[in-house]
Nanobody, 121 residues
Framework: VQLQASGGGLVQAGGSLRLSCAVSGRTFRRYVMGWFRQAPGKEREFVAAVGWSGGSTYADFVKGRFTISRDNAKNMVFLQMNNLKPEDTAVYYC????????????????WGQGTQVTVSS
């Protein structure tokens, strides 16, 4: 399984970005798909995850601003990020989990290369 994240960039505070993650392989439907982020000097943290049927969960700091979704026909997962804040600046990673668990990065066996999101004030 290979994951390719894209869509990052530089945006002003209050702006929006949409991250995409393309997933190779024929078992995409089996995976919980998640987004994590890592800022310089900080640990990787959970952002959002979506199950095979579309049920989703979010970190408190993105609730109401970010939306995760998946397209099982196209093996894609997305993260729509609205009302971005400077503290959202980080490298964002998509990941796939076979365990069914969502919050701990150790439950994800497959990772994309990351895409940089920078929010200016």
């Amino acid at each position: 399984v290979q994951l390719q994240a894209s869509g990052g960039g530089l945006v002003q505070a209050g702006g929006s970005l949409r991250l995409s993650c393309a997933v190779s392989g024929r078992t995409f439907r089996r995976y919980v798909m998640g987004w994590f982020r890592q800022a310089p000097g900080k640990e990787r943290e959970f952002v959002a995850a979506v199950g095979w049927s579309g049920g989703s969960t979010y970190a408190d700091f993105v609730k109401g601003r970010f939306t995760i979704s998946r397209d099982n026909a196209k093996n894609m997962v997305f993260l729509q990020m609205n009302n971005l804040k400077p503290e959202d600046t980080a490298v964002y990673y998509c990941a796939a989990s076979e365990t069914g668990l969502m919050y701990d990065p150790r439950d994800y066996g497959y990772w994309g290369q990351g895409t940089q999101v920078t929010v200016s004030s």
